[in-house]
């Protein structure tokens, strides 16, 4: 019998980054769809804001440069578990990854 449990059937975490990496090389602008979200939580006054302040200044240096950027989509695509608590707040919410799928 299959499971009903989601876990089984969610996208793998690394996966999944490298996914929305994908996106971000392919449309750097939707950056901005990060920023929206990290200015809305700020602006709630989220109780632990150091993963917010962590992806700003990641998310700016990726806009600002290439090195930056290259930074970032790095950061997002390696599989690393030491990232997994700035990961875990993830303020690419709301992007359009079905465009990705397979790149």
Do not use: Y
């Amino acid at each position: 019998m299959l499971s009903e449990d989601f876990h089984f059937r969610r996208e793998d975490r690394t996966a999944l980054w490298q996914r929305i990496a994908a996106h971000i090389q392919a449309h750097p602008g939707d950056l901005s769809i990060a920023m929206e979200n990290l200015d809305r939580w700020q602006a709630l006054g989220r109780v632990h804001p150091g993963p917010i302040h962590d992806w700003r200044a990641r998310i700016l240096a990726a806009q600002q440069s290439p090195e930056g950027m290259r930074a970032l989509l790095e950061f997002m695509a390696a599989p690393n578990h030491d990232s997994e608590p700035i990961k875990s707040c993830s303020p690419f919410v709301g992007l359009p990854l079905a465009d990705v799928s397979g790149a």
